[in-house]
């Protein structure tokens, strides 16, 4: 079982970036999808959601309207696209995978954004 993040970097604000994480080794159909993010000296935090199906997407207030959470089934990917990003977004992000029973879960390794001028 592999989740592979990738697709971060060093921005200006206001600018946008494509986050991607590859999934292997399970199911991936059968799992709903998260994007969470650690900046420095804080905790984890739920940014994105998107159900096994891609039929259902919740983000959290901070990024409403900015973020967009997607998936590929057949391609076994989820993608982060972030627009008009802010220096509040700097952060490690990290790719989230839990089964539609709740018995499995899974998490990339991060990958680094950093919104800076």
């Known amino acids: 079982v592999q989740l592979v993040d990738s697709g971060g970097g060093l921005v200006q604000p206001g600018g946008s970036l494509r986050l991607s994480c590859a999934a292997s080794g399970f199911t991936f159909s059968s799992y709903h999808m998260r994007w969470y993010r650690q900046a420095p000296g804080k905790e984890r935090e739920l940014v994105a959601f998107i159900s096994n199906t891609g039929g259902v997407t919740n983000y959290d207030d901070s990024i409403s309207g900015r973020f967009t959470i997607s998936r590929d089934n057949l391609k076994k990917m989820v993608y982060l696209q972030m627009n008009s990003l802010k220096p509040e977004d700097t952060a490690v992000y990290f790719c989230?995978?839990?089964?539609?029973?709740?018995?499995?879960?899974?998490w990339g390794q991060g990958t680094q954004v950093t919104v800076s001028s």
């Open positions: 989230n995978a839990v089964d539609i029973f709740n018995r499995y879960v899974y």
